[in-house]
C-alpha cells in the first residue's frame, strides 16, 4: 500500500526551491524566450536538449520541471534567447544553449 507522504514526496521535492533539479551543460533556471516551437510530455531535459539538437532552427530549449504547472514538462525551442522572462522566487525552469562551448 502506497502511503500519502509518498505521493506528496516528489511533489515536495520538485517544488522545493533546496532540491532544484541539475543545470544542464551551459544552463540556467531561466525561461528563454521568445519560442518558435514547443513539445508536450517531454520526460526529462537530457531530451529537451535532444530534441532540439535534433531540429536546425533550434539554439536554445527551456524546460519547466515542476508539478502543478501549467507548463509541466513542456519543452520550448528557441531560435535566440533573452532571459528577460524570470520571475524572482520563480524556479520552475532549466534552460541552456543547443551545444554548450566554454572558452
Known amino acids: 500500500m502506497i502511503s500519502f507522504l509518498t505521493l506528496l514526496l516528489p511533489?515536495?521535492?520538485?517544488n522545493n526551491p533546496l532540491h532544484l533539479p541539475p543545470l544542464p551543460p551551459c544552463g540556467s533556471h531561466l525561461f528563454c524566450t521568445p519560442s518558435y516551437n514547443y513539445i508536450l510530455g517531454v520526460l526529462s531535459i537530457t531530451t529537451c536538449q535532444a530534441i532540439c539538437l535534433k531540429d536546425p532552427q533550434c539554439?536554445?530549449?527551456?524546460?519547466?520541471?515542476?508539478?502543478?504547472?501549467?507548463?509541466?514538462?513542456?519543452?520550448?525551442?528557441a531560435r535566440e534567447c533573452d532571459y528577460a522572462r524570470q520571475?524572482?522566487?520563480?524556479?520552475?525552469w532549466l534552460s541552456g544553449p543547443r551545444e554548450c562551448v566554454r572558452e
Open 11 to 14: 511533489v515536495y521535492y520538485l
Open 59 to 77: 539554439k536554445h530549449y527551456s524546460y519547466n520541471y515542476r508539478v502543478g504547472s501549467p507548463h509541466y514538462r513542456h519543452c520550448y525551442l
Open 87 to 92: 520571475v524572482v522566487g520563480d524556479k520552475q
